[in-house]
């Protein structure tokens, strides 16, 4: 088992910048591939990036590639979101899940454990 428990969220302007963290409790945080995704209203929830257990990382081209930066940092067992010049469709909760397997995982279904979320809000 691993609890997860994200922070990082607030209101920010078009163009600003947030970085969301994602702490992790339980088992060896090493040992897990980790996940960002978020869930508009009204939509469903899809993949923002992931890193895998060697720091390798997929990210989805569609949203926010060249903008979000994931990295991880095993000796705080934390995963981070950098999110960069954000756009109000980018508002959004956001959730950090963490999979044992080997590879980067983008449906929500193939995570094992997700934390609860937090609120990021783009204004114009």
């Known amino acids: 088992q691993v609890q997860l428990v994200e922070s990082g969220g607030g209101l920010v302007q078009a163009g600003g910048s947030l970085r969301l963290s994602c702490a992790a409790s339980?088992?060896?945080?090493?040992?897990?591939?980790m996940g960002w995704f978020r869930q508009a209203p009204g939509k469903e929830r899809e993949f923002v990036a992931g890193?895998?257990?060697?720091?390798?990382?997929?990210y989805n081209p569609d949203s926010v590639k060249g903008r979000f930066t994931i990295f991880r940092d095993n000796a705080k067992s934390t995963v981070y979101l950098q999110m960069n010049s954000l756009k109000p469709e980018d508002t959004a909760v956001y959730y950090c899940?963490?999979?044992?397997?080997?590879?980067?995982?983008?449906?929500?279904?193939?995570?094992?454990?997700w934390g609860q979320g937090t609120q990021v809000t783009v204004s114009s």
């Open positions: 899940a963490a999979d044992d397997r080997w590879a980067v995982r983008t449906r929500p279904g193939e995570y094992d454990y």
């Open positions: 339980g088992r060896t945080f090493s040992r897990y591939v």
């Open positions: 890193i895998n257990r060697n720091g390798g990382t997929t």
